[in-house]
């Protein structure tokens, strides 16, 4: 906890809307990934050779999402206080962990991962927005607007 108060990455006074912005980045490219490698590899089935991931390509990205994750929304909650942004992208990371880790056909695994994407993004957006709406909250009780 010592080195992340430091970088102040999780502490109260902390603005580390920019831990959001990453995750919402990568949701969409996990989007992506999911939505449009599937048609290119259709249109032109000889890209799948030279674009294909390796099997373990999926969960090594879940296990970069869970921490990073973690600690946008956890450092989000203690600006706002709101757990509603928690509780979206956690369902959203259950979802991702589900379509990457347990192994379902092709159709089941697109489907939760996109609905885990979509999810995990919007709880980003979401913890975002509480976390500027709390940092202008603050400013204006700092410079007595408020």
């Given at each position: 906890m010592e080195i992340w108060r430091r970088y102040n990455i999780i502490s109260k006074g902390e603005d580390g809307a920019w831990l959001d912005g990453v995750a919402v980045g990568a949701s969409f490219l996990?989007?992506?990934?999911c939505?449009?490698?599937?048609?290119?590899?259709?249109?032109l089935p000889a890209a799948?050779?030279?674009?294909?991931?390796?099997d373990w390509f999926h969960a090594a990205a879940f296990l970069v999402a869970v921490p990073a994750s973690a600690l946008a929304m956890l450092g989000g909650y203690r600006r706002h206080g709101a757990i509603l942004p928690v509780l979206i992208g956690a369902l959203g990371l259950a979802l991702l962990g589900a379509g990457a880790l347990l192994g379902?056909?092709?159709a089941v695994e697109t489907a939760l991962?996109?609905?885990?994407?979509?999810?995990?993004?919007a709880g980003h957006l979401f913890n975002w927005r509480l976390r500027r709406s709390a940092r202008s909250d603050f400013d204006k009780l700092a410079l007595g607007d408020g």
């Open positions: 996990c989007l992506a990934h939505l449009l490698l599937p048609l290119v590899f259709a249109a799948a050779a030279i674009i294909g991931l390796p379902f056909r092709l991962t996109v609905a885990g994407s979509m999810l995990l993004a």
